[in-house]
Each structure stands twice: as C-alpha cells, then as structure tokens.
C-alpha cells in the first residue's frame, strides 16, 4: 500500500465530525494542488532581517495605544512630569527675581531644595514613562 499526500485516508483515521473540515481541505488539496502544496517555488531561502530589539520590546504601539487605561495613565503621567518642570523652573524663576533681602537663607535654601527635588523627580519619572509604557530591555540571564 502506498502511502503518500494523495492517500492519507489510508495513513490515519479521522472518525469525528470535528475533523469533517481537516477531511474537506485535504480532498481540495488532492483535487487542486495535486495533494501538495507548491513550497519550493513560492518561498525564498533568506529570511528578512531582525528589526532592532526596540522595535521588537515596544510596549507604546503594541499595547499602550490600544489599551485606555494604560493610555489614561501615561497622559496623566506626562501631564504629572510638565507639572515637575514648571514648578522646579518657577521656583528658580521666583528666587531670581526676589531681592535677598526678602527672603531668609532658609528659604532660599528650601526653594532651591524644592527646584533640585522637582527637576530630579521630573527626570525620574521621565525614565518610568520610557521603561514601562515604551520600551524595557528584558534580559532573561537577570531572572
């Protein structure tokens, strides 16, 4: 008995009615194709180059856009980041345009903590948006 792609009836048994479609295909492929597919002419032996791994982990494209609470949370995250600024750039502003005899040492000093604090704590947050809504490199020798 020969058994090859135009006898496959005889090389396995298919007795469900789940498997009528996977009899279907294969009795269109027999009457069609000449029981195979045509590979070898249709595809080329190089494969296309591997985009770059940023492209590869984007979370932004891939999820971020599609999902709203992720997109809810990374406005309000970036809207929270331009807050940081404004006010680290305001408090400097306001503490150059006083004269120094208006303030003490102590607040100068407590303005000028609050600018380091904001602007540190605007590059921060800067760095979580990226790592968690663009891209996070995931290196499985670190888990």
Not at 45 to 66: A, F, G, I, K, M
């Amino acid at each position: 008995m020969d058994i090859g792609p135009p006898n496959w009836l005889k090389a396995c048994f298919v007795p469900t009615k789940s498997d009528a479609f996977v009899v279907g295909f294969r009795k269109w492929l027999n009457e069609y194709a000449g029981s195979e597919v045509n590979w070898p002419t249709k595809l080329s032996s190089s494969l296309p180059p591997t985009p770059p791994r940023e492209q590869l982990l984007d979370r932004y494209w891939s999820h971020v856009v599609n999902c709203s609470s992720c997109r809810v949370a990374i406005k309000g995250l970036n809207a929270l980041e331009i807050v940081l600024q404004v006010v680290s750039v305001a408090a400097i502003g306001i503490l150059a345009a006083t004269k120094q005899s208006l303030m003490s040492v102590s607040a100068r000093t407590a303005m000028v903590s609050m600018a380091v604090l904001c602007f540190a704590a605007s590059r921060w947050l800067s760095h979580f948006i990226y790592k968690n809504f663009h891209f996070h490199d995931y290196s499985h020798a670190l888990r």
